[in-house]
């Protein structure tokens, strides 16, 4: 179950990192995305007076394509995780609810004069918390001692990226560099290995005891279905997260 709950964050982050953190909604291809993108890169301060002047222009028809890639964006989570609901239509909602938050925020994010930009790799542990359960947290409350103690997590460690830190972007020009650190504006999340072999076991005694139960039933009563495993779909998109 808590692994549903990863794959549902990575759902989102990818759908709305492709659909709606965008720096210009004037058109729909990535023609202006990819010139503003070479632009911070060697002028910083042109790209955020060129990315001033294009959120102000034909605003009716940004209105019209930000509205078509969110609900893109909608359609995409639903299409990874919906299954999963017991709800469907409160989770639609729950969806579109997070989706309309998620696109009101980086509105704010596109006229701020530094470009913030989502990032999806593993870098520096600093950048990054891990993500984690309630019920995990509350067993540990029980008895803490030397093993509770923070660990430092490498990039060995993190089995995926389920949601990016933000960060102000480093131009590539080292006369436009300061001399600060690049500034985080807000952590990541990821999980561990650690985290997914404990989901991987349990799917594992779960499928044993499916198993069993059917060798020995001699009733004929229906057999619970089989879980959907989850684990499959993290590792296969672990290392996309983390490539960015």
Not at 44 to 50: C, I, M, V
Not at 70 to 75: I, N, S
Not at 132 to 156: I, L
Not at 217 to 234: A, E, K, Y
Request: hydrophobic share 40%; net charge neutral.
């Amino acid at each position: 179950k808590q692994m549903r709950v990863v794959i549902g964050l990575l759902a989102c982050a990818k759908a709305i990192n492709k659909h709606l953190f965008r720096y210009t909604f004037l058109t729909e291809d990535s023609g202006l995305e990819d010139v503003l993108s070479r632009l911070a890169e060697k002028h910083p301060l042109q790209e955020a007076y060129l990315r001033a002047i294009l959120l102000k222009v034909l605003p009716g028809n940004q209105a019209g394509t930000r509205k078509r890639f969110l609900r893109l964006a909608v359609e995409d989570i639903s299409t990874d995780v919906r299954h999963w609901a017991s709800d469907k239509a409160e989770f639609d909602v729950g969806v579109q609810q997070l989706c309309d938050k998620a696109s009101a925020c980086w509105d704010l994010v596109q006229q701020v004069e530094e470009r913030v930009v989502p990032n999806f790799t593993f870098k520096y542990a600093e950048d990054w918390h891990q993500l984690h359960f309630e019920q995990a947290s509350s067993k540990k409350q029980k008895g803490k001692g030397k093993s509770d103690m923070p660990q430092v997590v490498s990039a060995a460690d993190v089995a995926a990226v389920v949601w990016p830190a933000f960060m102000v972007a480093e131009p590539d020009d080292p006369a436009t560099i300061s001399a600060v650190e690049p500034l985080l504006v807000c952590p990541g999340r990821f999980v561990t290995n650690a985290q997914v072999q404990l989901a991987a076991d349990e799917v594992f005694k779960a499928e044993s005891s499916h198993r069993m139960a059917r060798r020995n039933s001699r009733s004929g009563d229906p057999v619970p279905n089989r879980r959907q495993n989850s684990i499959g779909f993290l590792y296969g998109d672990s290392a996309n997260s983390k490539a960015g």
